[in-house]
């Protein structure tokens, strides 16, 4: 052995001890490697070492990539003005625990809804008329008391046929809905455009030829602290009541956080012509909330996200109205929304 590298590996005898396990065998490996050498102190250092050493190497490098992919610590952020919520989707939900549950990335259902604003002149009547359905089918779509006047600009959802609409709770099948309302399941998937039974998803609005709105103790009870606001305070409401089930909230500005107002599993992302940017969660007592218009998306579909965990950002996305449009639209399906006035 030539003197600088006796030299050279006397000093590493000297000092690696002071190294971790796992650090000095990669560094002996390395200079294994870049020397070449097949026999003397260096190949022996390395091939003796013991088995706690590398068994100690093992367990450093997968607690670095544990460390890397989830993190321990997650960013934190305040919401209601006190309290700390993780920032981050812990978990990942595996397809199998999915199941039915969540759906694809695309736009919202199949039915063909139509989106309308109130002209001068237009009454439930004469849209009744226009679009060949019922006036129930108007009243009922939109939360309208029945013989309250349209007001001009008013946003209204009309459906393709009369009817009502349904949100899926999980567990759910055609099969059952059908039965629900009285109604054949061929008929359900004609009007939604389903090419399968098995083409429904908890939180999907189905639309229900013929029926008739369900009474009001069928939606699941929340208690009145379940949800929190879905954005910083102040919490402006911007649009009360509206569909389905929805209350726009907005701060004036866009980009602002939108909050999980529960905890529970990211279900579906996606764009339509009318929500724009939207993201729906599963809360586990079978609600789905919906947050539209986002101008981003910051979850994904089948993470697990705590309540106060950002979902995105306000928007216009999407279908609003206005200059200063950016807001969330969020609704809860299965139960009343908590926000209403």
């Not at 001009?152 to 009817?163: F, K």
């Not at 004609?190 to 609005?205: M, P, T, V």
């Amino acid at each position: 052995m030539k003197p600088n590298l006796r030299k050279f590996v006397a000093f590493l005898k000297k000092y690696i001890r002071f190294l971790a396990p796992g650090g000095a065998i990669l560094l002996l490996l390395f200079i294994g490697i870049v020397l070449g050498s097949r026999q003397g102190a260096l190949q022996s250092s390395f091939l003796t070492a013991p088995a706690s050493a590398i068994s100690s190497f093992s367990a450093a490098l997968d607690s670095t990539r544990r460390a890397t992919i989830f993190p321990e610590s997650p960013e934190l952020l305040v919401f209601e003005g006190s309290t700390l919520a993780a920032a981050t989707p812990p978990v990942t939900v595996t397809p199998k625990v999915l199941g039915a549950i969540v759906g694809t990335l695309d736009g919202e259902g199949g039915a063909e809804i139509a989106h309308y604003v109130v002209e001068e002149g237009d009454t439930v009547a004469s849209l009744a008329e226009k679009f060949e359905i019922s006036t129930n089918t108007i009243l009922w779509a939109n939360d309208i008391p029945k013989g309250a006047e349209l007001k001009l600009n008013q946003e209204l959802t009309l459906l393709p046929v009369s009817g009502v609409l349904h949100a899926i709770r999980p567990n759910e099948t055609l099969g059952s809905i059908a039965s629900l309302y009285q109604v054949k399941a061929q008929k359900i998937a004609a009007a939604n455009n389903l090419d399968s039974a098995d083409d429904i998803f908890a939180g999907d609005l189905l639309v229900i030829p013929g029926g008739s709105p369900l009474p009001v103790s069928s939606y699941i009870p929340l208690a009145n602290s379940y949800f929190i606001y879905p954005i910083p305070v102040p919490h402006y409401i911007t649009q009360g009541l509206h569909p389905f089930n929805a209350i726009d909230f907005s701060n004036g500005s866009c980009g602002e956080s939108v909050f999980a107002a529960a905890g529970g599993i990211v279900q579906k992302i996606g764009y339509s012509s009318i929500g724009g940017n939207y993201v729906r969660i599963l809360h586990p007592n079978g609600v789905v909330t919906y947050y539209g218009h986002l101008s981003s998306i910051g979850v994904s579909p089948g993470l697990q996200i705590s309540q106060g965990g950002i979902v995105g950002y306000t928007g216009n996305t999407g279908y609003t109205i206005g200059p200063t449009g950016c807001h969330v639209h969020f609704e809860v399906r299965g139960a009343e929304n908590p926000f209403r006035r």
